[in-house]
């Protein structure tokens, strides 16, 4: 008897929701943070999707939103003309660096130094957080619009994407490396550094490429126009999502569809796995993230398997946080704050 997916579903936003990033495991687990065109990124528990805090500040859409790999810092993108650094663990604004235009992309180097930012001026810039007066090194060559910048080869080179055109640059030199065109417009860009792959989507097409030298492993074409994919960690499966309104998982080596079904109102803007591969969260047009397992039935995070002789049923707990939170928990308050109440739906 097969199991239905049960996402869960994180409700808060009030617009669409268009990109969401994972932290690494930390000693509190592993968290997940969401840029919408409300303006007001939000901070949850990633194994449950429980919001901590939002990050008040903006102006205007938030394009794009990353955390550092231990979670400690956040950095944001919008349409107010400013990418913006956040102290993720009380939620105070660190920095705000001025652009010229809206910004689209952020992240963070591994070492959380210096943040790499992308947007509608066409520019790359690389800033010295711990000299944020500072002007940032500036990188031109694209010739539209930049939609994701992300570092890559363990902070060596830089990935990003234009309207047709992936790019790879050499961070010493600062120079472009190679470019490649792509047959229509680029959606997502994801960067998995085990392995050194870089995945693309365009159309109906999520492409797999060398991240560094951008030569092509192999594609896939799905049955709607793609907005997001992401790789499994292992790199046993991959997740896409678009047009649609439905989730794609695909067998990564054969390219075979494993399962697909809808759960959101709306097009799907945004996918990633989560750092240990149990889950992915998405975002929606709907204004709505949702977490999916996996491994459907598996007992994990808020989801837990009940098994009564030959029949089972898969339920998940809802850890409901203080409603007074308004800003991110303090480290202390990520370990001392408990659920007001516990209900669970079957």
Request: hydrophobic share 35%; net charge neutral; proline share 4%.
């Given at each position: 008897?097969?199991?239905?997916?049960?996402?869960?579903?994180?409700?808060?936003?009030?617009?669409?929701?268009?990109?969401?990033?994972?932290?690494?495991?930390?000693?509190?687990?592993?968290?997940?943070i969401?840029?919408c065109?409300?303006?007001?990124?939000?901070?949850?528990?990633?194994?449950?999707?429980?919001?901590i805090?939002?990050?008040?500040?903006?102006?205007?859409?938030?394009?794009?939103?990353?955390?550092?790999?231990?979670?400690?810092?956040?950095?944001?993108?919008?349409?107010?003309?400013?990418?913006?650094?956040?102290?993720?663990?009380s939620?105070?604004?660190?920095?705000?660096?001025?652009?010229?235009?809206?910004?689209?992309?952020?992240?963070?180097?591994?070492?959380?130094?210096?943040?790499l930012?992308?947007g509608q001026?066409?520019?790359?810039?690389?800033?010295?957080?711990s000299?944020p007066?500072?002007?940032?090194?500036?990188?031109?060559?694209?010739?539209?619009?930049?939609?994701?910048a992300?570092?890559?080869?363990?902070?060596?080179?830089?990935?990003?994407?234009?309207?047709?055109?992936?790019?790879?640059?050499?961070?010493?030199?600062?120079?472009?490396?190679?470019?490649?065109n792509?047959?229509?417009?680029?959606?997502?860009m994801?960067?998995?550094?085990?392995?050194?792959?870089?995945v693309?989507?365009?159309?109906?097409?999520?492409?797999?490429?060398?991240?560094?030298?951008l030569?092509?492993?192999?594609?896939?074409?799905?049955?709607?126009?793609?907005?997001?994919?992401?790789?499994?960690?292992?790199?046993?499966?991959?997740?896409?999502?678009?047009?649609?309104?439905?989730?794609?998982?695909?067998?990564?080596?054969?390219?075979?569809?494993?399962?697909?079904?809808?759960?959101?109102?709306?097009?799907?803007?945004?996918?990633?796995?989560?750092p240990?591969?149990?889950?992915?969260a998405?975002?929606?047009?709907?204004?709505?993230?949702r977490?999916?397992?996996?491994?459907?039935?598996?007992?994990?995070?808020?989801?837990?398997?009940?098994?009564?002789?030959k029949?089972?049923?898969?339920?998940f707990v809802k850890?409901?946080?203080?409603?007074?939170?308004?800003?991110?928990?303090?480290?202390?308050?990520?370990?001392?704050?408990?659920?007001a109440?516990?209900?669970?739906?079957?």
């Amino acid at each position: 008897m097969a199991m239905r997916q049960t996402p869960l579903t994180c409700s808060g936003h009030t617009r669409p929701v268009v990109d969401l990033a994972f932290s690494d495991i930390t000693p509190y687990g592993y968290f997940l943070i969401s840029a919408c065109k409300d303006g007001k990124p939000m901070l949850r528990q990633g194994d449950t999707g429980d919001w901590i805090g939002t990050f008040l500040g903006h102006k205007g859409a938030v394009w794009g939103a990353t955390l550092n790999r231990d979670a400690t810092k956040a950095a944001t993108a919008a349409a107010d003309f400013t990418a913006k650094v956040w102290d993720a663990v009380s939620g105070d604004e660190l920095i705000t660096l001025a652009h010229k235009h809206i910004v689209k992309s952020v992240d963070f180097t591994e070492d959380s130094n210096y943040l790499l930012t992308g947007g509608q001026d066409k520019l790359l810039r690389i800033y010295d957080l711990s000299k944020p007066e500072a002007e940032p090194q500036v990188v031109s060559g694209h010739t539209s619009g930049i939609k994701k910048a992300l570092w890559s080869s363990d902070d060596k080179q830089i990935l990003s994407a234009d309207d047709k055109t992936v790019r790879l640059w050499d961070r010493n030199t600062m120079t472009e490396v190679k470019a490649i065109n792509v047959a229509m417009s680029v959606s997502s860009m994801e960067y998995v550094p085990e392995g050194e792959i870089l995945v693309v989507t365009y159309g109906r097409t999520i492409a797999f490429h060398s991240a560094e030298t951008l030569e092509q492993i192999k594609s896939f074409d799905a049955p709607a126009t793609v907005n997001s994919a992401s790789l499994h960690p292992e790199k046993e499966f991959l997740v896409a999502g678009g047009e649609d309104f439905k989730l794609y998982k695909y067998d990564y080596n054969t390219g075979e569809e494993l399962e697909s079904y809808k759960g959101h109102f709306g097009p799907i803007h945004c996918v990633r796995f989560s750092p240990d591969g149990e889950l992915y969260a998405s975002g929606s047009e709907d204004g709505t993230l949702r977490l999916w397992q996996t491994t459907v039935g598996k007992t994990y995070g808020l989801w837990k398997c009940v098994v009564p002789g030959k029949n089972f049923v898969c339920i998940f707990v809802k850890l409901q946080l203080h409603p007074n939170l308004s800003k991110s928990c303090t480290t202390s308050c990520r370990l001392k704050v408990r659920p007001a109440r516990v209900t669970s739906f079957l």
